[in-house]
């Protein structure tokens, strides 16, 4: 079955040879001007991936991201953009994006990075196969399956990468996770820019737990984490 690729660019000759290579390559796209009917889109194309331009007419690319995360907490989504300062690669990994391409690129890298964010997102779906239905961590009940983790104030509906890195945590409780590993683990490998991403997530994470006694993610310099539940 051919993989399903939403993509939203507003530069039409862009957006063409993207689309055509892509479909060569024997992906499905659905390409679209603008994200006014994101909603739609999701639901009647029922998307694997979604490539995203951030600099958009109506709704920025970082805007829909956040949309997606509403719709779909776990779908990929890769920013293609021009805009490679430090804050807006946090802003883009804080809005739900789990990939980065500056322009230009080049189409082969672009396939590379669509292909590894796929398998990322099937060995996530197998590793959090592995945890039990319920993690209880105190006060505190993570549901991996569901995306869920119940608070004393509440449900958090978690992102897939969220559940991803709670997940490994979890499994070692009281034990140092190492820092290169885990980026392995969820992104498949270590840069820079999946480095950043993930101390957005754990910076996410510490605040589900925040106030709460007996629960530290504690972070050892040069190492790691330290998920400490006591």
């Given at each position: 079955m051919k993989k399903k690729v939403l993509y939203i660019e507003d530069e039409s000759y862009l957006a063409r040879i993207v689309k055509d290579t892509l479909e060569l390559k024997g992906y499905e796209v659905l390409h679209k001007k603008d994200g006014i009917h994101l909603a739609d889109a999701i639901s009647s194309f029922s998307p694997d991936i979604c490539l995203l331009d951030v600099m958009l007419p109506h709704i920025d690319g970082f805007t829909l991201a956040n949309h997606i995360r509403n719709i779909n907490t776990n779908?990929?989504?890769?920013?293609?953009?021009?805009?490679?300062?430090?804050d807006d690669l946090v802003k883009g990994f804080s809005s739900g994006g789990t990939d980065y391409l500056k322009k230009p690129f080049s189409m082969e890298e672009l396939i590379v990075r669509i292909d590894n964010q796929l398998k990322?997102?099937?060995?996530?779906?197998?590793?959090?196969?592995?945890l039990p239905d319920e993690v209880v961590l105190k006060q505190f009940r993570?549901?991996?399956?569901?995306?869920?983790?119940?608070?004393?104030?509440?449900?958090v509906k978690l992102s897939n990468r969220e559940s991803q890195i709670l997940g490994m945590l979890c499994a070692h409780t009281n034990n140092t996770v190492d820092r290169r590993a885990l980026l392995n683990m969820v992104w498949g490998d270590d840069s820079f820019f999946n480095s950043r991403n993930l101390d957005v997530y754990?910076?996410?994470?510490?605040?589900?737990?925040?106030?709460?006694?007996g629960i530290e993610i504690v972070t050892l310099k040069g190492k790691g984490y330290h998920f400490?539940?006591?």
């Open positions: 779908l990929p989504i890769i920013f293609l953009t021009a805009r490679t300062q430090t990322i997102m099937n060995r996530d779906a197998s590793a959090l196969q592995s993570f549901y991996p399956g569901r995306f869920e983790l119940h608070t004393p104030s509440g449900i754990i910076r996410k994470l510490r605040g589900y737990f925040s106030g709460a006694e400490v539940v006591s």
